[in-house]
C-alpha cells in the first residue's frame, strides 16, 4: 500500500475541565523531522509524545501542535491585597501626585501581588493526553493511506 508523504490528523479531549486538542500535519521528507509546539503544562512529557509519535510515524516533516483551553472558571487566581496596599503606599510615596488607579496598575505588576496556583499534570491527564495524541497520529495515518491510494489510482 502506497502512504502519501502529506498527511493531517487532529483530535480533541476534555478531561477534568481542560479541552485538549492536537494537530499533526505533515510534508514530504526523507527522514523523520518532528517540530512540536506543546503548551508548558505538558513540557515534562514531552519525550513520551515525541516516543509516539517517533514510533507510529514512519517518514515526513511533521508538525505537532498540542492546545489546552480551560472549559471552567478556575478560582486559582490570588490577589495579595495586603502587599499590593503595601506596594501603594510606597509608589504614593516616591511620587505623591498621581492618582490611585496609576500606582494600583504598577502596584499588580510588582512580584508576588497576583498570584496563581499551579496545579500539577496527573497520572490520569497524562493517560488521556497520550490517548489523544494516538487518536491524532490514527487520523493522520488514515489521511495518508486515503492520499496514497489516490495518488496509486492516479499513477496507474
Known amino acids: 500500500m502506497i502512504l502519501s508523504m502529506t498527511g493531517f490528523g487532529r483530535a480533541e479531549g476534555v478531561f477534568e475541565g481542560k479541552k ?20 508548558l503544562r505538558y513540557k515534562e512529557k514531552e519525550f513520551e509524545v ?4 517517533n ?3 514512519i517518514r515526513g516533516k511533521v508538525d505537532c501542535y498540542i492546545n489546552i ?3 471552567e472558571e ?8 495586603s502587599l499590593i496596599d ?14 490611585d488607579f496609576e500606582y494600583l496598575k504598577m502596584a499588580v505588576r510588582l512580584p508576588d501581588a497576583i498570584t496563581s496556583r499551579p496545579d500539577e499534570l496527573t497520572e490520569g491527564e497524562w493517560e488521556s493526553l497520550a490517548k ?10 488514515e489521511f ?7 495518488l496509486h489510482e492516479e499513477l496507474e
Open 74 to 81: 478556575t478560582n486559582d487566581v490570588k490577589i495579595n491585597r
Open 55 to 57: 514510533d507510529r510515524i
Open 86 to 99: 503595601s506596594y501603594m503606599n510606597e509608589l504614593k510615596n516616591i511620587a505623591s501626585d498621581g492618582p
Open 50 to 53: 515525541r516516543k509516539i509519535l
Open 20 to 39: 485538549i486538542s492536537i494537530d499533526i500535519k505533515s510534508l514530504n521528507s526523507k527522514s523523520f523531522d518532528l517540530n512540536i509546539k506543546i503548551p
Open 69 to 71: 483551553e480551560n472549559l
Open 132 to 141: 489523544i495524541v494516538n487518536n491524532a497520529v490514527d487520523k493522520f495515518q
Open 144 to 150: 495518508r493511506k486515503t492520499e496514497g491510494k489516490i
